[in-house]
């Protein structure tokens, strides 16, 4: 829908920001000079009187005038603020699909990018769990579509995905933190990409990251120590990290390994995405310095969608990069699909999906393209020349078309959904979602979205996350995603990254101990081609008897 003159009665950032969220969700927008428009005024007045919310939309159109209101009450067990804000977007979304016919979207007036924590924060609350400690799920489904005005589909997915949850999130205590290291290069940049990577530099600007990195993560190491702090998952993403010579990539593990691996640590994962990037010498320092998790990321395994949105690989590619890994490591694999790409139909999906289950990779992930500010089709898309029907990309039926028979054909295939979270601009106005076989969860990934668990960030792009109990908030620091910025200011963010510790934690004296295992024996040569008795090395001897104990638990 096109409109000629909106007005919202309020300058409150977070209003203005809510409203422009559900105008959204159905392309509401502000018609150009040249484009004819569905209404010449588009009006919202909101109004607070004491406990009500009322919100009133006035439309014109060729000196007609229609006026439509709805109100509702905040309760008084939700904290104030909340309720105004979610009744704000309740009121508008209910007259825009009743009283102007709008079709519902799947997630109603749920705009956050973790909608799962709403359902955990009930949870937490006692809400939906019986005095057996049974979850019930009905309860849970249903208010969701009574707060939220999310389908019927949608709720059950989101509880089915915050109970699944719950026992890993509960795996850690506030002194349990997991790592992510930014690695900001690619090998080229995807048309549809907003991610802060660059594409590969020059070996001397690389030298350059790798001793600004060095620097990042001697400090992070200094924290971990000083806090007392246990490691549980290492992340390596980006950007592509394999997009790294091998001789820096060899040498980022390395660094990795030595200060933050332990038998604390449970997953190690690292993003290889791009399967031009994956060598048999990436794998072996991979396996060398413990990796237990990749992703292999072909987004699609059409070629003629490869070559549109600049992959600059083949589809064989990729199923020789899975296959090279998976004959070579016990690594868990992820692959990611991404569902609304230029050009593509439901068969596309179809037949993508179906060639990566033949590879049988123990984790799926299904987004949604987004139409992101920073990505070269956002910028060709705000040219005014170029027009989606220029891209050719799916309507946001056909994508939720493509997300149902995707998940149809996922848990034909035993796969269950374990972690998800939604963007901005998402097609369809559904979610990204991670499919997984039964105990093939990505940890990582549930924790990163639950945010109950520290989460260090180090490299460019990286974010710092500490949950503060006390204030009952989340302490933040972000490194510039900026390479240059980051490399100069480096210091600043590690600065920064501290701060935000020690508001949160006391710095502990731990006295000295020795090392159990020398350096030496942690640190397996990379390059050198060992006989079988010397594979079996101390940490790589540990890795495999608490594999043993897991299993046995």
């Known amino acids: 829908m096109k409109?000629?003159?909106?007005?919202?009665?309020?300058?409150?950032?977070?209003?203005?920001?809510?409203?422009g969220e559900v105008l959204r969700a159905f392309h509401i927008e502000i018609a150009s000079a040249t484009e004819n428009a569905d209404f010449d005024k588009f009006e919202i007045q909101n109004t607070v009187k004491d406990e009500k919310i009322s919100t009133r939309l006035t439309v014109e159109k060729d000196g007609s005038k229609k006026i439509f209101k709805v109100s509702g009450n905040v309760r008084p067990e939700e904290k104030r603020r909340a309720e105004i804000h979610r009744l704000v977007k309740k009121n508008l979304y209910k007259i825009l699909t009743e009283d102007l016919n709008f079709s519902p979207v799947p997630y109603g007036i749920m705009h956050g990018v973790r909608p799962t924590k709403i359902v955990h924060r009930w949870i937490s609350q006692g809400y939906g769990v019986t005095s057996h400690g049974v979850f019930d799920r009905d309860k849970i489904s249903r208010r969701l579509r009574k707060d939220y005005l999310t389908s019927y589909e949608k709720a059950q997915l989101l509880t089915e995905v915050a109970v699944r949850q719950i026992p890993i999130l509960n795996s850690a205590d506030e002194k349990t933190v997991s790592i992510y290291i930014g690695i900001p290069f690619c090998v080229t940049r995807c048309l549809y990409c907003s991610f802060p990577a660059n594409v590969l530099p020059s070996e001397e600007k690389i030298s350059e990251f790798m001793e600004v990195l060095t620097k990042d993560i001697d400090a992070a190491t200094n924290e971990i120590k000083n806090y007392n702090?246990?490691?549980?998952?290492?992340?390596?993403?980006?950007?592509?990290?394999?997009?790294?010579?091998?001789?820096?990539?060899?040498?980022?593990?390395?660094?990795?390994?030595k200060n933050f691996y332990s038998e604390s640590v449970e997953e190690f994962t690292v993003e290889c995405g791009r399967p031009d990037t994956i060598n048999a010498k990436k794998i072996s320092a991979m396996k060398n310095f413990q990796v237990t998790r990749v992703c292999v990321n072909p987004q699609t395994m059409q070629q003629k969608t490869l070559d549109r949105i600049g992959r600059q690989h083949s589809a064989e590619q990729i199923i020789l990069a899975f296959n090279e890994i998976r004959n070579s490591t016990d690594f868990k694999i992820n692959m990611d699909l991404i569902l609304g790409l230029p050009g593509e139909n439901l068969s596309d999906v179809e037949d993508s999906l179906k060639k990566i289950l033949e590879l049988n990779p123990d984790d799926i992930t299904l987004h949604a393209l987004a139409l992101k500010r920073g990505s070269k089709l956002q910028t060709q898309l705000a040219d005014e020349i170029n027009t989606l029907e220029y891209f050719d990309l799916p309507s946001d039926e056909e994508v939720r078309k493509m997300s149902d028979i995707a998940e149809k054909?996922?848990?034909?295939?035993?796969?269950?959904?374990?972690?998800?979270?939604?963007?901005?601009y998402i097609s369809g106005q559904i979610e990204n979602i991670g499919y997984c076989k039964r105990g093939a969860e990505g940890i990582y990934n549930i924790q990163i979205m639950g945010e109950r668990q520290i989460i260090l960030g180090i490299g460019a792009a990286a974010s710092t996350k500490v949950p503060d109990k006390k204030n009952n908030c989340l302490q933040t620091s972000f490194h510039a995603k900026d390479l240059t910025t980051y490399l100069r200011d480096v210091n600043i963010y590690i600065s920064n990254r501290e701060k935000v510790l020690s508001e949160v934690f006391e710095p502990e004296k731990i006295p000295e101990v020795e090392e159990n295992i020398s350096v030496t024996e942690k640190i397996p040569e990379v390059e050198e081609k060992k006989s079988e008795p010397e594979k079996n090395s101390s940490a790589e001897s540990k890795r495999k008897k608490k594999k043993k104990s897991k299993k046995k638990n």
Request: aromatic residues 16%.
């Open 409 to 424: 054909i996922l848990r034909e295939k035993n796969y269950l959904p374990y972690y998800l979270y939604r963007q901005g």
């Open 229 to 257: 702090f246990k490691v549980q998952n290492i992340y390596i993403g980006g950007g592509t990290p394999t997009a790294l010579p091998e001789k820096f990539f060899a040498e980022m593990l390395e660094k990795v390994f």
């Open 3 to 19: 409109i000629k003159n909106f007005t919202l009665n309020s300058i409150d950032q977070v209003i203005v920001k809510i409203v």
